[in-house]
Each structure stands twice: as C-alpha cells, then as structure tokens.
C-alpha cells in the first residue's frame, strides 16, 4: 500500500548525505580511489530506483491516487492499520535489503582498489 514510502525517506535522505559529502571531498581524496560520495551515490540510485518503481506498482494497482488523501489506504482506520504495518514490515525489510546489497558492493570495491594498489606498488 505505502511500503515504497520507507525507501523513499531513506533516498531523501542519502541523496542530501550524498550533496553535502561532495562538498567536502572536492580536491581531497586521491584520484585513484573512489570517493564516498560515489559510492554513496550507488546506495541513493538503487533506493530511488525501486521506490519509483514500487511507487508505478502501487498506482497501476489504484493504492495511490492523483486525489486527497492520494493513498487509498487513508480513507478509513482498519486500511491505515494495515497500511502502517506493511510499512514497518515490508517497507524496512526493503530498505535493509537494498543497503545490504550496497555494503555488499562497497566491500567488494574496496578490496578491488586495494588489490589493484597492491598490484600497481608491485610493479613499480
């Protein structure tokens, strides 16, 4: 009903993480490595990827609404009740499984860089 919500809040909120770390980053960090900011910037793709794709799912099936209160499942309490629920359930589970994926990414990107810097100082 509203699980792509939870995602959503999490993109808004790397998105914003994302702009204020590259302010900081500018003229820091070594060329051959990747900053944090990109690597931030994966996590804030694949949420808003699947939130606006969730949020298509949700429309096409008549759970969000062009009108007020633009989700179907605020129209009376025992809806709300249930659409609350999926939230916390569904909507973190999927938050959590995404940023899950991204750390997954992150460690396997990390350990590539220090292995093509263990390389690169082995052939020079």
Do not use: Y
Request: proline letters at 2%.
């Amino acid at each position: 009903m509203a699980c792509f919500l939870i995602p959503t809040a999490e993109a808004i909120a790397t998105t914003i993480a994302t702009k204020i770390i590259e302010k900081g980053e500018k003229g820091n960090a070594k060329e051959s490595q990747l900053h944090i900011s990109n690597k931030l910037r994966w996590l804030s793709n694949m949420l808003w990827g699947g939130s606006i794709l969730l949020a298509f799912e949700h429309v096409w099936h008549g759970e969000v609404t062009p009108w007020f209160p633009f989700l179907s499942a605020m129209s009376n309490s025992e809806d709300t009740a249930s659409m609350l629920h999926e939230m916390s359930t569904v909507g973190v589970s999927m938050a959590l499984v995404v940023t899950a994926v991204w750390i997954a990414m992150v460690l396997v990107s990390n350990s590539m860089e220090r292995k093509s810097k263990h390389i690169a100082q082995r052939n020079d």
